[in-house]
């Protein structure tokens, strides 16, 4: 991995344990000085490599639930906006 990917890899990863762990990505965007759209794509990458983890996402537009939930699908209310955790490991 080139030095600068690990260099904004590393500084995402020290601004959520700063932060302690959760963060929007707009909050990250504005700590790291980056564009939110340049922080999704550190963040996925991260996600995918199993070092952080993305564990919720809002609706644009809240709106009203009609009917029952999807088959398998959760009802819930709209969530926080897309909150990135780093990754914890469980133990048996």
Do not use: C, F, H, Y
């Not at 707009?26 to 996600?47: H, K």
């Amino acid at each position: 991995m080139d030095s600068w990917w690990r260099d904004i890899d590393d500084a995402t990863l020290n601004v959520l344990a700063a932060a302690g762990g959760r963060l929007t990505l707009a909050e990250l965007a504005s700590r790291l000085g980056m564009s939110e759209d340049a922080v999704r794509s550190v963040v996925t990458m991260l996600a995918e490599r199993g070092r952080v983890r993305i564990a919720e996402v809002e609706l644009a537009r809240p709106r009203a639930l009609a009917g029952a939930a999807p088959r398998g699908a959760a009802r819930r209310g709209a969530g926080q906006s897309a909150v990135i955790g780093k990754t914890r490991r469980s133990t048996p």
